[in-house]
């Protein structure tokens, strides 16, 4: 599987921006796909998981803030991200899990200047 990634970019404090992955192929819904960044200097970390049946999770960080969604049907998951804070700016990577294996997107860079 392969994961392709877009939508970063440098905002200010207080904007939006919102980030796409699609996967090459079809990823069971109740497979995982999330989203996880990392920041220089810093340990990669879950920012949001969604999964089929399951209510999404969120670090504590971005609650109310970022909104991931997914659409079984074009193999995508998204993730809104509002009220972006500088502690946002690090490289967002696309996640999933499926048939025993993890793939990672090739990151995308977020920027958020105050």
């Known amino acids: 599987v392969q994961l392709q990634a877009s939508g970063g970019g440098l905002v200010q404090a207080g904007g939006s921006l919102r980030l796409s992955c699609r996967a090459s192929?079809?990823?069971?819904?109740?497979?995982?796909m999330a989203w996880y960044r990392q920041a220089p200097g810093k340990s990669r970390e879950l920012v949001a998981r969604?999964?089929?049946?399951?209510?999404?999770d969120y670090r504590e960080s971005v609650k109310g803030r970022f909104t991931i969604s997914r659409d079984n049907a074009k193999n995508t998951v998204t993730l809104e991200m509002n009220s972006l804070e500088p502690d946002d700016t690090a490289v967002y990577y696309c996640y999933t899990r499926t048939d025993g294996h993890e793939y990672w997107g090739q990151g995308t860079q977020v920027t958020v200047s105050s």
């Open positions: 969604i999964r089929s049946g399951r209510d999404p």
């Open positions: 192929r079809s990823i069971f819904s109740g497979n995982p």
